[in-house]
């Protein structure tokens, strides 16, 4: 079982940006590919990021392609995605999840952390 522990949300302007990170405890973290997902209020589940289990293949939602950054450090047992030119549309509770394979989409996932909140002010 891993657990995930997200961090690094706030309240930016548009423009910003913001780096968020995410902890894993388990000792299986690093064989396991990771995805960061946003939902915003009255919206559904979206796609934001994802890697392999050793960072490498990333790929990216449309809406964060060439913007987002999604990084693995496996011997810190944390993944980050860095978040560059921030528009008030990136606003959203931001979520860290582990799969098992590679995917991007939600119910794909095994474990979720709790989230961290996202706010771009325009």
């Known amino acids: 079982q891993v657990q995930l522990a997200e961090s690094g949300g706030g309240t930016v302007q548009a423009g910003a940006s913001l780096t968020l990170s995410c902890a894993a405890s388990g000792s299986t973290f690093r064989y396991l590919s990771m995805g960061w997902f946003r939902q915003a209020p009255g919206k559904e589940r979206e796609f934001v990021a994802a890697c392999d289990w050793s960072g490498g293949n990333p790929t990216y939602g449309d809406s964060v392609k060439d913007r987002f950054t999604i990084s693995k450090d496996n011997a810190k047992n944390m993944v980050y995605l860095q978040m560059n030119s921030l528009k008030p549309e990136d606003t959203a509770v931001y979520y860290c999840?582990?799969?098992?394979?590679?995917?991007?989409?939600?119910?794909?996932?095994?474990?979720w952390g709790q989230g961290t909140q996202v706010t771009v002010s325009p």
């Open positions: 999840a582990v799969v098992h394979g590679y995917g991007n989409q939600p119910i794909e996932y095994d474990y």
